[in-house]
């Protein structure tokens, strides 16, 4: 057990937790910024969270208890619309799935 506890307290885990929870909290609040300003910061913080999750120490599933999951369909749902509604006519990527899919 002290090898997991280890881990959780290892330093890349810590900074990774960190940019995890900003990006978080920053896609909470997109809807209140410019779309300059969205953009501008998507395009620093998603490489540096990839980066940070790319130094994770490896690690094992602890027991046959599936992960819990804390993003329902419904919040995910509100952030897309949200999103969606930040980038309107530039959002290209949703804007040609909705077409291929009629959605």
Do not use: H, W
């Amino acid at each position: 057990m002290e090898k997991e506890s280890q881990t959780i307290f290892d330093k890349n885990v810590i900074e990774f937790v960190t940019v995890a929870a900003e990006f978080c909290a920053f896609l909470e609040r997109a809807e209140r910024m410019k779309r300059s300003t969205f953009v501008d910061t998507s395009l620093k913080i998603l490489p540096l969270l990839y980066l940070k999750a790319s130094m994770l120490p490896k690690c094992e599933t602890i027991g046959d208890e599936a992960l819990e999951t804390y993003v329902t369909e419904e919040i995910y749902e509100i952030l897309r619309i949200n999103l969606s509604g930040l980038m309107a006519d530039k959002d290209g990527l949703s804007g040609r799935i909705r077409a291929r899919y009629g959605v």
